[in-house]
Structures are given as structure tokens and as C-alpha cells.
């Protein structure tokens, strides 16, 4: 009930955003909206995709009459591909860690109209076939209360009480909201990365069965 908005996800691209946040304290209502000259890329997105280009270089990059000479050639093929695809697939669902402090300073406060207030912070993160928000409220602490100061660390999502400091201040993390929406290619996209990697495995296993019989022949 805190945080409501629309979201629209084009590739690896937030084009729109517009959020409703409901102050606790106050009930208070607050409005932003990404400018309309403004788009947030997702950074996991582009890097799954990445390893997938990758991943289809490295079965691509050869003539199309070109025959593999052993099983142990393949193997290897089937490794450093795998090794793409595994990339690709974690992440999608292993969202970065971040500080306070990073995520303060990171370019996305700026992709609002109105400007985001100074106590509030937002994030975007995917996490498997989901697209999450989360907005961070925070309080100013004063001097007489920061010396049981302690730094929060790198984290998916911080919990109220978590501290840091940014621009000679600190601060403490008063409410956390986290909504969150199913996108369904995402979930497609998690499908085919298991489905591929099977089909890896699976020729991975066949070469090597038949590497065995033929190392095996009797003299």
C-alpha cells in the first residue's frame, strides 16, 4: 500500500517510470516520474546478453564444413560455452550487492522529475523473472546519535537501521518498500538458459562415452 507505480521494460531498457510513495510519518503523498528525455539501461540485462553473443561466437566462429578432429575438442567447446551461458543465467538471478553510498550516488536519482527529496532513495534490480523496486526512506542522523555509527555493507536490500554516510552526513534507513512484477520473457529467458545448458551436458556426456569405448579397444 506504501509504493505503487507503472513500470515500462523494453529489452534492457526502463523507458518509463512513475511511482507513488506514501510517507509513513505523514501519509504524505509523493509523485516521480522518469523525465521523458531519460531511460535507466539495466545493466544485468546487458551482460546476459553479452555472454550470450558470447556464447554464440564461440559456436560460430569456425567454417561451415569445419569437422572436429577429437572428442576432447568438443569437450572444450561444450566447456567455454557453458561457461557463457552459466554467466548469462546467474545474472539474471543474482542481483548485484550494493552500498548505500553507491546507490546514493548513482546516476538513477537523477532520471526523476521532480527531483527525488534527499531522505528518499530508489532502486531497480532484476531478480530471476522478476523486475523489483525498492524505495529507501531515510532520517538524518544528528551528532549526539552517531557515535554508535556503523556503516552498512554491499547488499541486495538493506534493512531499516542500516547506516551510512554520503555529502559529510549521516544517515539511517528509517522503512523500506519493495514491490515487485513478474516480467514474462524473463522467465522464458531463465527457461532456455536451463534447457541449453542440459542440451550441453547432455553432448558432453555422449563424447565421452564414446571417448571411453574407443579408448578402450583391445589390441
Known sequence: DQVKGVLTLQGDALCQADVNL????????LHFAFREDK??????IQDARNHVNQAIYLLMNRDVNYQFKTGLEVLKLMDAVMLQ??????RLTTPATLTLPEIASS???????PTLPPDIL????????????????LHVL?????????????????????????????YEVSH????????PWLNDALVFFTVSLQLCQQLKDKISVFSSYWNYRPY
Open 176 to 183: 523500506v518498500h519493495k514491490v515487485e512484477c513478474v516480467v
Open 122 to 137: 530508489v532502486n531497480f534490480y532484476i531478480n530471476l523473472n522478476k523486475l523489483c523496486l525498492t524505495v529507501y526512506q
Open 107 to 113: 546516476g538513477l536519482t537523477k532520471m526523476f522529475t
Open 22 to 29: 506514501k510517507m509513513p510519518r505523514n501519509n504524505q503523498l
Open 85 to 90: 551461458l552459466s554467466r548469462a543465467r546467474n
Open 142 to 170: 544528528q551528532p549526539s546519535t552517531t557515535k554508535n555509527f556503523k556503516p552498512a555493507g554491499g547488499s541486495i536490500l538493506h534493512n531499516p537501521g542500516a547506516m551510512f554516510e554520503f555529502g559529510n552526513q549521516r
Open 39 to 44: 531511460q535507466w539501461k539495466l545493466q544485468q
